[in-house]
């Protein structure tokens, strides 16, 4: 079984995640959705609050996608997967900078590793979480963005 694993903060997951796992699927047999910390962006929402939110949003897959949270280094999690892939998406040419160097980090801490870019769909290239908290909190909609049960959550405070 080909297995990925797809890294990110996910606060909150967005309609691009879910279409970049969806899309993933035609290549891998599975995803792992591995939710993770930066140190540099420090969600505020916990980490098992973001992993309900993705697995209630992913449930449709079943076993083909699995959630898991995650602490540490990302190469320290991935070297306890049966995969050595990662995942990351790729909206505009910032991004590609951005995880460029991530790729290059992550593989002088572990050789093994291989970063697998997908472009992001156009009608998501602009969705990001971050904005996505921006537009909630000062009460704008964010039904185009995000699964309804993310709204909620946004909605009642138990995500962003
Ligand atoms: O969705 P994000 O915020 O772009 O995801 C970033 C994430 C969680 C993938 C990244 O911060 C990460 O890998 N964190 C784990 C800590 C780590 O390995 N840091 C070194 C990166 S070179």
Redesign the pocket.
Known sequence: MKTIVY?????PITNGHTDLITRALKVFDQVIV????????DPKTALAERIALCEEVLASHGDRVVVEG?N??????VRGRDTMFIL?GIRTVTDFD?ES??VQ??QS?DPEIEYVFMPSAHEHSFVS?TLVREIAQMGGDVGNFVHPAVKAALANGTAG
């Not at 890294?7 to 606060?11: I, K, L, T, V």
């Not at 591995?34 to 962006?41: D, E, P, Y």
């Not at 540490?72 to 999690?77: A, E, F, S, T």
Request: glycine letters at 10%; hydrophobic letters at 40%; a positive charge.
């Open positions: 890294p990110g903060s996910f606060n591995a939710i993770g910390t930066s140190l540099q962006k995650f540490g280094l990302l190469v320290n999690y990351r951005y160097q991530m980090m992550n801490l979480s």
